[in-house]
């Protein structure tokens, strides 16, 4: 009867009926807002402390370099080991780390060297929670509700990005930095203990075997899916060749032709009401060609990027930046669900750290070569280049035979595995 009620109860409430996705989103929640106080905190901590643009530079690229160094790594430990546990580290490291920067903001003056280390740090634990967290999901959360859980995934992430920096903008200015990153440290202290109340069956244990050996097998699952490689490297170019210049060259054309940074903000505030939108839609969201669907989504952007690019109206950028967001929050949504249900299991949090390597690693690049390419060929034309390769690369992408083919697997209400699992550690704690 009770088991009943409880299933019923599930059904009405979807995704969140479910007691451990809804452990997993309160704190996941809770760090994605913390985490997006971070940049504006960061910056303005070091700035406060007497130091420079160039430095604030060094620290915020300490963040990136061990994220992009250790991700291979923290999927293979996630894949051999627990990624319930490698989540949990990397929440319980990154508390200490923004605990002492806070102590040592508020009491003090940290040397640069200090901003520096623990900003690595905290780009460590990122390395080892996210494609942990992304192995982690098919475990805790019922095939039919997979991909409604990785869009309320990214409806938190877009608005921790809307409200995580405005916040830190009235607590820095009120506060202090410190404060600021103290509130952070806490919110990774609630996501660990969200994670601690998980409960996650048992995965069938893994033959013996070096962690070069399980890098290696990783590297295996993910050339061996020619519609996963190729994704990956166009979103590697993409996020350096488009979105970077966007983020720069929008934002100076911006201060010369719009009126400075209130139609910047305009600007990206839309384009993150459209992520919030776009996931909502992506909740429940049903398509046949799920990758087709995405690469159509990605390449919306290519529009807010060529109007910019042409000194069009600040509300004709905003309106199609807002497009963007929807078109990228369902790509988001239905890759990530993809590749939950096609990578096998024992593996998927290592192909998973390939993928979010390919995502980061060519960033910093984008962003280093956006300068010089607008001194040489001017903002307008820099702009519409990345608008064209937004639209070549999607276009490449929707070529490729195993992109096309590829099709939604169909969600019975079988019971899983998963469940099967859950019901036995019911009845044995019951009986």
Known sequence: ???NRKRRLSERLGVLGERNFRLFFTGYTASLFGAAMVPVALTFAVLNQGYGATDVGYVLAAETVPLVGLLLLGGAVADRFSRRASMLGADIVRFCSEGLLAVLLITGSPRLWVFVVLAGVLGAGQ????PAMTGLMPEMVSPEHLQAANGLRGIASSTGQILGPSVAGVIVASGGAGWAIAIDSATYAFSAACLWRLAIPPRPVSPPSSLMSQLAQ???EFRSRTWLWVIV???ATFNAL????FMVLGAVIAHDHHGGAPAWGAILSVFGAGSIAGGLIAVRLRVRRPLVVATGGAAVFAV???LIAVSA???????TAGLAGIGLSIFGTLWETTLQREVPGEA???VSSYDWLGSVAFVPIGYILVGPLAALLGSGTTLLFAAAWAVVSCAAVLTTGSVRSLTSTPVTRAVSARETAQECLHDTGTS
């Open 242 to 245: 488009s979105i970077a210049p």
């Open 1 to 3: 009867m009770g088991r």
């Open 233 to 235: 490297a166009q979103f």
């Open 218 to 220: 990783g590297w295996h």
């Open 348 to 350: 998927l949090s290592r």
């Open 313 to 319: 109206s600040t509300f004709l950028v905003a309106a």
């Open 304 to 306: 807010p990027i060529a």
């Open 127 to 130: 390395a080892f929670f996210n």
